[in-house]
């Protein structure tokens, strides 16, 4: 097709339907906002938009939310512009917070029918063929477009990275794509990989992390065949480095690690310490080279990741799984999606579909920041529930989930000191100087007007998320 | 699963229930037969079978027919004792003979509704990634049963080699497979390639692929990204060796190969006169192996193959097919499933689907056999219609469909002589003293009792097989 516009006319578009994108680009993506604007300019309104994921750059669709063209809004993690917006109830329905596992079962299942499917494509054929190894926006894996393709009524694809029939490899097949545009720029190639990919440095996150190996090591699954994922947080990955020297100093090899893969489990690939890595998504330019290059480092669809319902994904096989934390509470429960007055600030993502899947599903988080306790009563929005997480490691104590006394044991006998989450809860308030009795985090910002809906992974609605106040 | 049986029973199979095989591993399976064996075993009757092949090999099958336990088959091609028991009129209810095409059609649409596909896997790990690379049985791609895998209620992998968690590479993954059974051995390693795969050396064969080759010269469809099939005949082969040799002398690259994949495909590919191959089987061990080893050797599904319903099947890509016949009629319809007598000797395959596919579908025929005139006046059965034939190459010359001016002119500017259809029939009833008038062939037997229904691509029943008399 010669354009976007022409592209979105051959598909028929109409006032009502949905589009899906996906977030590869991650914050240098360009393809929503320019196929948002086509739409806008057609003059359709009603519009429900189904991104993997939302980020800063996508700010020009809060203009679009306020005139209408966009009244729905279906993701599995929000942040910038337009989780302000949502938060502040401007979208004209309340936005549906899926996991990635759960957006996949969605999809397939026919719960989220999506009309037209946009694929940021960093190269696409003649004739359909899609990778995101090759061209000036390589991102490495497809894996969230790979659901998004096999299910849509019709499949766009835009490139700007143009090839003659066939590509190679294909990551996404013809068969799935109807139209194929070209366009000089996809994305901001220095803004496709972003956010933080880098060790810790600072203290507390370096002792958290030093303690979460200790635990993973001390729980009795790192031994040959041991599998891990790690998000791309400071923490996380320095956890991922602790582990390493374990893993060296005790000669075990690691049987895959999962997830967003990031340079420094690249390196802990390379070094042969798993046989492969599992990727449905690129965090960094070390990822897409590897994946490029080495016939180990395989593609997963986010089905395959984390999908509860198909016959089997990648998460119920992790071995353990490192998560961060905005708020924990008493009951283990995990909120990733509100920050504080309410704002939204992110959303499961695959944190539910991992903790969910691994064996050892271990937070890390500090005890407090910026004055305030990160352990509550009760968290704001229930992200993840607390019987999928086993252990919480913070910088002053680790808490085991009193479903697993078998784990308690363990780390006991491997001389850790195990707290309840009471005391950390208790510890927290001394630091922060909250005293006992204060009302809690105001549930979901309060204000009785649900702005959002949370989908935990098969479907079923976990949280509310009421309106900022104000 | 702990065995054949258990997976059956896990799998909740009934009377009247269709299940599923491939064949890559062509007269060399021995999955078929045990799965069958298992169910007849379990006192299962009237139970429908959609192998996407039948080979000699699975003879066992008639006393399965015989007995009622089968009275249903639904396939692309079948040779042996099970396609005679058919012709013979055995079977309970007509079998369905579809392309390869519109095998993957039927699946992706539902009209072939899979209750359990059994996937033979050289490879396959705990849990359920298989591959066809590794192991005793290795068979290179699996591009037949990954339509049945995502399409079928329940799918069992049967494997010889059981690899640790995750298997790589992954030709089929987790997310489709419902479970794992071990056994000793999936086939006979040596007999998986079978066949004719080599490039033949009679004197009539040789010349009929010299002209051949001459004619895709000619045609103008022999430069820079041109594309090619050929099947694994020795005339077909013979034809890609010649045609090999213009490539060098002009020094053409060709986009892609596509097929069923031959050492001798391989061997253009590797010499660099193809990019890259898009391979649905491999036809030899050299095929295999490249598959392996070379990233740019390609898997393509059955649908990404040739299924007419998809987004773009590759055969739409194709400049040359060159095709085998048993027959041929003076509106070029091509019959490939029915022999001397009636026997049913094949089918399709994909021998429709790159038909209307390619750009020029040429057929290679020897104007005679074994006394019999090939080129006839109306074929005993329509495989594929005349309407997608462009030309018919045979030792005694050439001729071009009507519908093809364009290619006559430049067949004749070019130097090639070119006859009519009708003037090939009389020729080859002058060397075989059929009479002009003498009554055709009696039509699908004659005997008036329907023992199979050929469908088109499409779904469209294009011919129907009567029994054989006698």
Chains 1, 2 share one sequence.
Not at 76 to 87: D, L
């Amino acid at each position: 097709m010669p354009s976007i516009r022409a592209a979105i006319e051959a598909c028929g578009l109409t006032d009502g339907a949905t589009v899906s994108f996906h977030h590869h680009l991650r914050n240098g993506d360009d393809v929503l906002r320019a196929v948002m604007a086509e739409i806008a300019a057609l003059g359709l309104r009603d519009i429900r938009i189904a991104p993997s994921s939302l980020f800063p750059v996508h700010a020009p669709l809060v203009d679009h939310i306020r005139s209408g063209v966009v009244t729905g809004i279906s993701t599995a993690y929000m942040a910038g512009p337009v989780a302000e917006a949502v938060a502040r109830g401007w979208l004209a329905t309340p936005a549906v917070m899926q996991t990635h596992g759960g957006r996949a079962r969605a999809i397939e299942s026919g719960d989220l029918p999506i009309d037209v499917a946009f694929v940021a494509a960093p190269t696409a054929d003649t004739y359909g063929n899609l990778n995101g190894v090759e061209g000036k926006s390589a991102c490495g894996t497809l894996g969230y477009p790979m659901v998004d393709a096999k299910h849509a009524r019709r499949v766009v694809a835009i490139t700007d990275n143009l090839v003659s029939y066939p590509a190679c490899p294909i990551d996404i097949t013809q068969e799935d794509v109807d139209y194929v545009v070209a366009v000089d720029s996809i994305g901001d190639p220095r803004q496709i990989v972003s956010g933080s990919t880098r060790v810790t440095d600072k203290p507390d996150g370096l002792k958290i992390a030093a303690t979460a190996a200790r635990v993973i090591a001390a729980s009795g699954l790192l031994k040959d065949g041991f599998s891990f994922q790690t998000g791309a947080g400071g923490v996380s990955l320095a956890t991922a480095a602790c582990l390493r020297d374990v893993m060296v100093e005790r000669g075990i090899v690691g049987s895959f690690a999962a997830g967003g893969i990031t340079g420094t489990i690249v390196e802990m690939f390379q070094a042969g310490l798993f046989r492969t890595l599992f990727n449905v998504q690129c965090f960094d330019l070390e990822a897409v080279e590897s994946y490029r290059r080495d016939a180990a480092h395989q593609s997963m669809s986010a089905s395959m990741y984390a999908n509860p319902h198909n016959k089997g994904a990648v998460v119920n096989q992790l071995d353990a799984m490192v998560l961060g934390a905005a708020e924990i509470d008493l009951d283990f429960n995990v909120n990733v999606t509100l920050g504080a007055g309410g704002l939204i600030i992110g959303g499961s993502g695959g944190h539910s579909d991992t903790a969910a899947g691994a064996k050892l599903a271990l937070v890390t988080t500090k005890l407090t920041a910026k004055s305030h306790p990160k352990i509550v009563d009760r968290v704001a929005c229930i992200t993840t529930p607390g019987e999928t997480i086993d252990v919480v490691v913070t910088d002053e104590g680790v808490a085991v989930n009193p479903r697993r006394p078998d784990l308690r044991d363990r780390l006991l006998s491997e001389g850790l000191s195990v707290v309840t989450i009471g005391e950390l809860r208790e510890k927290a308030m001394r630091l922060t100087g909250e005293a006992v009795g204060t009302a809690p985090t105001e549930r979901c910002g309060g204000t009785g007007r649900i702005v959002a809906v949370a989908e935990y992974r098969d479907g079923t609605v976990i949280d509310l998320v009421e309106a900022m106040p104000g």
